[in-house]
């Protein structure tokens, strides 16, 4: 697929997703952003930049852990999520944090200019995510700590239908690749390569819970990456694709809602004190 036209649907379609991912996400993958941020060892007066920051789940959490003499900078492919994530810093009060539009490939950020780096389940949704694991390297400055969180196996992911099911209706592109980096050791090997060391490499076993079939659906369809293609669906298709995907789920079932398993990889690694 064209990187060019995989960026502007990830633009478009998180854009249209903003709204909803809160509401769908946030409680289910907290527990990959609290690792994250464990191994990433923030402290006290860092500077910090959060790529692929969405609404600034990450990015909020960081700037408490930096303090007033720390700042964090949080960036995202999405306007809207851009948008969303300065308001609620606004409304919060947060003065140790700004957001910008920006590609993860392409950050126009100088080199060493961050003491830590994140990315919190955005590097599936990059064209060339070694090319961003690159990026983070070189936005460090020596001696500074990145680490990354993605989605695990596809095997032990149980929502993971819901691409071939939205794929059969309207193509949606959304990442060809969407699970190669959690997959053996490949986002472990993209830091190596990168020239990080000292690499450390954690998976993650969860559960997605939702109550209702309505809200496993809202996540899935509206909150997610498949938001641009969801958006046009007609009706019919709706019902149809939410039947199917309930289907697939129904294993899963939690009572009245849903426990759906799924697997987090998140690794992290330092620059060398002699870059």
Known sequence: MDAKLQRRIQRYGWDKAAVAYEAGWSEQLSSAQSRMLELARLAQGQTVLDVACGTGLVALRAATLVGPSGSVMGTDISDRMV?????TASERGVGNIRFERMDAEDLQVEEGKFDVAVCAL????????ESAVRELHRVLRPGGRAAVAVWGQRSRCGWAEIFPIVDSRVKSEVCPMFFRLGAGTALRDAFVQAGF??????RIETRL??????????????GGPVALAYDRFTD??????????????????EGAGYSIPGEFVVVAGNKSESH
């Open 236 to 253: 019919t298709m709706k019902r149809e694709a939410h039947a199917e995907y309930l289907a697939s789920i129904e294993s899963f079932r």
């Open 83 to 87: 948008q969303l994530a300065r308001s």
């Open 209 to 222: 819970r939702y109550p209702s079939p309505e809200a496993a659906c809202q996540a899935t369809f509206a």
């Open 197 to 202: 060391g000292a690499v450390v490499s954690d």
């Open 122 to 129: 955005g590097l599936m949704y990059v064209p060339d995510p």
